[in-house]
């Protein structure tokens, strides 16, 4: 750590004048730039008494070795050669925004003798012109398909281009009227380009001349009775008016502008941006920075402005620049943002009226993005511990729980009752270790009782395993463990859980190794064939999905069996409250706590399994069919006999030597096939919904049903999802 004073400059040597600085560690690289309108004052800022500077500036300072600067003639070119020594150099102290994604924009290659469409990311390159960013690249598609009705461009690649004119056969869109196949010269290369400017004008805003001149052609069309061109013209003008609604109007006055908004704690900002071109949102992005330095809203916009625009020219500087909080000072931003774009900019604050309600969504835009950056830095080791550490504090454990298990129950109206076990260790999923229940000690709609079953049977195998390897003593083994007969599956993709988890209380890992991640597992936790057992390690908490029932349901299923080294909470959606088995009142963590936020990912993650595995087994039990019974007829020949035969029905009605027609289908098969068709009730017929109409008593309307995979007719008026199940 160096001393500040040993290399600070002597009085008189800093210039009074406009100028931009770097700060230089010990090893020469550059760990700071900044910029001044007058260095002598600016950088007497950091020679202070340590203890006076921000964190991060003493932080600096001491990390540095020595400061030089560089002088300029005016403020606005100190803010273009900051800007240009932020990017060579890459300072680990300045604000440097990064993209949470490379955001796709829609290009139209100019620089090219036939311009081509399509989507692009990175860097900009010279001579395209880029629409955007959009928040998917599938918008862009929708968008362009729509448009190349009207402006049929070019959007095939390099060599597809090459084949079809070597080929003299355009592509599929040259043959629909998507494309003006300039590839075979059905196009000349100037009538290409004006065709690819008008439809850069339509994506710039310019929307309203070209519409009225369409509905002009349109209605000299009719009236020349030349009603074909008429009708062209009419679905050319619809098509651009539905491009249009997919950016809705925001600002009426068809204003061009840029709306930045900032979301800011201690240590982070999230700033969005919102691309408005002719009164509507064009693009959208957002960034993240690490507050390295003490620096205030202003100076955040300021730096935002800076890679927004530092190597943006012409319109893609838009007239107005609207922003939460101005630079300090503004006039020198102001002025590199007129050079940058040739012509005046306004940089304000919006203070009333529509742009003020647009400002307020872009920020909550912010805000929720900041919010999402800090879900995401679950995989930062110093937040998980943190978050650890806090779960700990607040439930009043000995010490933070490395393996966390938590529970939810899914069903649909009673039926199907499922329940989910996901694992978290080291504050990190461990999805090998998930486990699906289905609830089976009673029917219907229960929660608690569908909970205690969960936690008993878990458990219960928990301490089979530990008889089994001799870690218990028999005496005790026979006062908390029954015959259970319990099934759990394990996560469908899933494997055993490898070498890594904890290894449970009374067994000891190497020292050398962290808790919970590479300790290996004893080897009376392996089966003969050297797989882990599935519910051989014990979590240090389980969290239950639900209030003060589910958490008491959990708490007795644990004394019933014995248990009392193994913590439960209860996280409750409603509030966000902790409930704890003995507690009255419920433990309630700060919202912008590390502990709560890992509590919230583990209940949504355990809500996700559940309700997927719910699901599957409904769609499974609404798919069924006799045939799913007959021992050996895999899928392929069940798909082959109905469609062979068109139903279920009809195959009931078939003999064993018409089955036997159907390739695949032995006797015997065919035999098997007919005893459990006639041994099964018959199905309910399939009905219309949309008419109520009963599909399957008439024989002669056969093809009015289609059969899924199972074998059940669906009928052609049913709603999607029957047969999007089976995809």
């Known amino acids: 750590m160096a001393d500040p004073s040993s290399y600070r400059p002597k009085p008189g040597q800093i210039p009074d004048t406009p100028g931009v600085y770097r700060f230089r560690d010990e090893h020469r690289r550059v760990i700071y730039v900044g910029k001044a309108k007058s260095l002598r004052q600016r950088l007497a800022n950091y020679f202070q008494d340590l203890a006076s500077l921000h964190p991060r500036t003493r932080t600096m300072v001491t990390t540095a070795a020595s400061v030089e600067w560089t002088v300029v003639s005016t403020e606005v070119e100190a803010l273009q050669l900051e800007y240009s020594w932020i990017k060579e150099y890459d300072p680990r102290f300045n604000v440097k925004y990064r993209d949470d994604k490379s955001y796709p924009y829609l290009a139209v290659t100019m620089n090219e003798e036939f311009p081509r469409v399509q989507v692009m990311r990175g860097h900009k390159k010279k001579g395209v012109r880029y629409f955007g960013p959009y928040g998917h690249a599938w918008a862009i598609r929708d968008t362009v398909d729509l448009l190349l009705r009207v402006f049929p461009v070019r959007t095939c690649s390099a060599g597809v281009f090459k084949n079809a004119a070597r080929t003299g056969r355009p592509c599929l869109l040259g043959y629909i009227g998507k494309c003006s196949a300039p590839c075979v010269g059905r196009i000349e290369p100037e009538e290409h380009r004006e065709l690819a400017e008008e439809f850069c004008d339509f994506m710039a805003g310019r929307t309203g001349t070209y519409l009225r001149r369409l509905e002009q052609r349109m209605t000299e069309a009719a009236e020349e009775m030349e009603y074909e061109r008429a009708a062209r013209l009419r679905d050319d003008i619809e098509a651009l008016k539905k491009a249009m609604e997919k950016s809705a109007v925001v600002l009426a006055d068809a204003t061009d502008a840029d709306l930045i908004a900032v979301a800011e704690d201690e240590l982070e900002a999230a700033v969005q941006i919102f691309h408005v071109r002719g009164g509507r949102v064009r693009g959208q992005r957002g960034w993240v920075t690490d507050k390295v330095e003490d620096v205030t809203t202003g100076a ?85 511990s943190r978050a650890l550490e806090e779960i700990a504090d607040a439930l009043d454990l000995d010490s933070a729980p490395l393996r966390i298990e938590c529970y939810d129950i899914s069903h649909l109206q009673g039926d199907d009752v499922v329940a989910s076990m996901v694992v978290f260790e080291d504050g990190l999923q461990r999805k090998s270790e998930y486990r699906r229940f289905q609830i089976k000690g009673f029917a219907g709609q229960d929660d608690v009782r569908s909970m205690h079953e969960v936690i008993t049977r878990r458990f219960r195998r928990y301490l089979a395993d530990k008889e089994r390897t001799g870690e218990w003593a028999e005496d005790e083994a026979e006062d908390a463990l029954t015959e259970s007969g319990d099934t759990a599956a394990t996560a469908p993709g899933t494997t ?80 966000e409250e902790v409930w704890l088995p003995e507690d009255d009142d419920p433990v309630v963590l700060p919202r912008t706590s590390e ?121 052609a008026g049913a709603p999607d999802d029957r047969r999007g199940q089976e995809r």
């Open 496 to 575: 055993p859980a490898p070498p890594g988890t904890p290894a449970p209380p009374g067994t000891s890992a190497p020292s050398s190794t962290a808790p919970g991640r590479d300790a290996a597992p004893v080897n009376g936790f392996k089966d003969e064939d050297g797989r882990p057992r599935k519910f051989a390690y014990p979590p240090q908490l389980v969290v239950v999905d639900g209030g003060r029932p589910q958490v008491a349901a959990a708490k007795r299923a644990l004394d019933e069996l014995g248990i009392d080294d193994i913590a439960v909470c209860g996280l409750a959606k409603r509030l």
């Open 300 to 384: 955040l916009v300021e730096h935002a402005l800076q890679q927004l625009y530092g190597e943006e020219t012409g319109d893609a500087v838009p007239k107005e620049v609207l922003v939460p909080a101005l630079p300090e000072p503004v006039e020198p931003v102001q002025e590199w943002l007129t050079a940058r774009r040739g012509s005046n900019v306004s940089l304000r604050i919006p203070q009333r009226g529509d742009k003020k309600a647009l400002m307020e969504t872009v920020q909550r835009n912010a805000q929720q993005s900041l919010a999402l950056h800090k879900t995401k830095r679950a995989s930062d080791l110093t937040t998980r």
């Open 595 to 715: 502990g709560l936020y890992l509590l919230q990912r583990m209940r949504d993650e355990a809500h996700r399994f559940a309700i997927t595995y719910q699901r599957t087994k409904r769609a499974k039990r609404l798919r069924s069919s006799p045939l799913d019974d007959v021992p050996g007829l895999g899928e392929t020949r069940k798909q082959a006999l109905i469609k062979h035969f068109g139903s279920v029905k009809k195959l009931r009605s078939a003999t064993i030597e018409q089955i036997q027609e159907v390739p695949g289908i032995g006797r015997k098969t065919a035999e098997t096939i007919a005893v459990a068709l006639a041994q099964a009730a018959p199905a309910a017929p399939a009905v219309n919904t949309a008419t109520g109409e009963i599909m399957d008593d008439r024989e002669d309307e056969a093809p009015e049903t289609t059969a899924d995979a199972s074998g059940e007719p669906v009928p």
